[in-house]
Protein backbone atom coordinates (compact mmCIF):
# COMPACT_ATOMS: atom_id res chain seq x y z
CA UNK A 1 0.00 0.00 0.00
CA UNK A 2 0.99 3.70 -0.87
CA UNK A 3 0.47 6.71 1.10
CA UNK A 4 0.18 10.07 -0.95
CA UNK A 5 0.17 13.57 -0.26
CA UNK A 6 -0.24 16.34 -2.32
CA UNK A 7 1.31 20.09 -1.85
CA UNK A 8 1.89 23.39 -3.51
CA UNK A 9 -1.31 24.23 -4.91
CA UNK A 10 -2.31 27.91 -4.56
CA UNK A 11 -3.98 30.80 -6.10
CA UNK A 12 -1.65 32.12 -9.09
CA UNK A 13 -2.77 34.60 -11.49
CA UNK A 14 -3.26 33.65 -15.66
CA UNK A 15 -0.11 33.00 -17.06
CA UNK A 16 1.81 32.47 -14.00
CA UNK A 17 3.21 28.78 -13.35
CA UNK A 18 3.16 26.14 -10.13
CA UNK A 19 4.44 22.89 -9.55
CA UNK A 20 2.51 20.45 -7.76
CA UNK A 21 4.10 17.45 -5.83
CA UNK A 22 3.01 14.18 -4.75
CA UNK A 23 5.13 12.66 -1.95
CA UNK A 24 4.52 8.56 -1.34
CA UNK A 25 5.37 6.66 1.64
CA UNK A 26 4.68 2.48 1.85
CA UNK A 27 6.30 0.39 -0.84
CA UNK A 28 9.12 1.12 -3.46
CA UNK A 29 7.75 4.09 -5.56
CA UNK A 30 8.96 3.09 -8.88
CA UNK A 31 6.43 0.05 -8.91
CA UNK A 32 3.71 2.42 -8.92
CA UNK A 33 2.70 4.29 -12.83
CA UNK A 34 1.50 7.52 -11.34
CA UNK A 35 -0.84 10.27 -12.87
CA UNK A 36 -2.38 13.42 -11.98
CA UNK A 37 -5.82 14.21 -12.41
CA UNK A 38 -8.29 17.01 -11.54
CA UNK A 39 -12.19 18.33 -10.69
CA UNK A 40 -13.39 21.58 -11.47
CA UNK A 41 -16.74 22.62 -9.25
CA UNK A 42 -19.30 20.71 -10.49
CA UNK A 43 -17.65 19.00 -13.19
CA UNK A 44 -16.06 15.39 -13.04
CA UNK A 45 -12.51 14.35 -12.63
CA UNK A 46 -10.73 14.41 -15.52
CA UNK A 47 -7.26 13.03 -16.39
CA UNK A 48 -4.65 15.17 -16.62
CA UNK A 49 -0.94 13.56 -17.17
CA UNK A 50 0.73 9.88 -16.50
CA UNK A 51 3.83 8.76 -16.07
CA UNK A 52 5.58 5.24 -15.82
CA UNK A 53 7.09 3.43 -12.86
CA UNK A 54 10.34 4.15 -14.67
CA UNK A 55 9.53 7.60 -15.95
CA UNK A 56 10.62 6.57 -19.12
CA UNK A 57 7.33 7.26 -20.97
CA UNK A 58 4.69 10.27 -20.20
CA UNK A 59 0.65 10.91 -21.61
CA UNK A 60 -0.87 13.81 -20.96
CA UNK A 61 -4.40 15.48 -22.13
CA UNK A 62 -4.72 17.95 -25.29
CA UNK A 63 -6.01 20.48 -22.82
CA UNK A 64 -2.57 20.79 -20.93
CA UNK A 65 -0.13 19.84 -23.73
CA UNK A 66 2.92 21.99 -24.10
CA UNK A 67 2.21 23.50 -20.81
CA UNK A 68 2.09 20.91 -18.48
CA UNK A 69 5.15 18.33 -17.70
CA UNK A 70 4.75 14.95 -15.11
CA UNK A 71 8.16 13.86 -13.69
CA UNK A 72 9.28 12.01 -10.96
CA UNK A 73 12.47 11.47 -8.89
CA UNK A 74 12.32 7.52 -7.25
CA UNK A 75 14.82 8.57 -4.78
CA UNK A 76 12.75 11.19 -3.39
CA UNK A 77 9.62 8.86 -3.95
CA UNK A 78 7.76 11.88 -5.37
CA UNK A 79 5.86 12.91 -8.61
CA UNK A 80 5.09 16.48 -10.04
CA UNK A 81 3.22 18.28 -12.29
CA UNK A 82 4.92 21.65 -13.71
CA UNK A 83 2.03 23.83 -15.04
CA UNK A 84 2.82 26.86 -17.34
CA UNK A 85 0.96 29.70 -18.63
CA UNK A 86 -2.03 28.71 -16.42
CA UNK A 87 -5.11 29.58 -17.21
CA UNK A 88 -8.61 30.00 -15.06
CA UNK A 89 -10.15 26.71 -16.51
CA UNK A 90 -7.00 25.18 -14.72
CA UNK A 91 -8.74 25.66 -11.61
CA UNK A 92 -9.56 22.58 -10.12
CA UNK A 93 -8.36 20.40 -7.09
CA UNK A 94 -5.72 18.33 -8.12
CA UNK A 95 -4.93 14.73 -7.27
CA UNK A 96 -2.02 12.50 -7.79
CA UNK A 97 -3.27 8.51 -8.41
CA UNK A 98 -1.02 5.54 -8.19
CA UNK A 99 -1.53 2.40 -9.80
CA UNK A 100 0.14 -1.04 -9.12
CA UNK A 101 0.90 -1.04 -12.82
CA UNK A 102 4.14 -0.10 -12.81
CA UNK A 103 3.66 0.68 -16.74
CA UNK A 104 0.75 1.98 -16.62
CA UNK A 105 -0.58 5.13 -18.07
CA UNK A 106 -4.15 5.08 -18.09
CA UNK A 107 -6.39 7.54 -18.44
CA UNK A 108 -9.53 5.94 -16.33
CA UNK A 109 -9.63 6.78 -12.76
CA UNK A 110 -11.23 3.47 -11.97
CA UNK A 111 -7.82 2.04 -13.32
CA UNK A 112 -5.63 3.70 -9.88
CA UNK A 113 -5.41 1.82 -6.68
CA UNK A 114 -4.58 4.78 -4.26
CA UNK A 115 -4.98 8.58 -4.67
CA UNK A 116 -3.92 11.79 -2.36
CA UNK A 117 -6.46 13.97 -0.48
CA UNK A 118 -6.02 17.01 -3.50
CA UNK A 119 -4.55 20.00 -3.46
CA UNK A 120 -6.74 23.48 -4.81
CA UNK A 121 -5.34 25.80 -7.80
CA UNK A 122 -7.01 28.67 -8.24
CA UNK A 123 -6.33 30.56 -11.23
CA UNK A 124 -7.72 34.39 -11.16
CA UNK A 125 -7.89 36.00 -14.90
Known amino acids: QVHLVESGGGLVQAGDSLRLSCAAS????????MAWFRQAPGKEREFVAA????????SSTDSVKGRATISRDNAKNTVYLQMNSLKPEDTAVYYC??????????????????WGQGTQVTVSS
Open 51 to 58: ITGSGSAT
Open 97 to 114: AASENRDSMARGEFLYDY
Open 26 to 33: GRAFSVYG
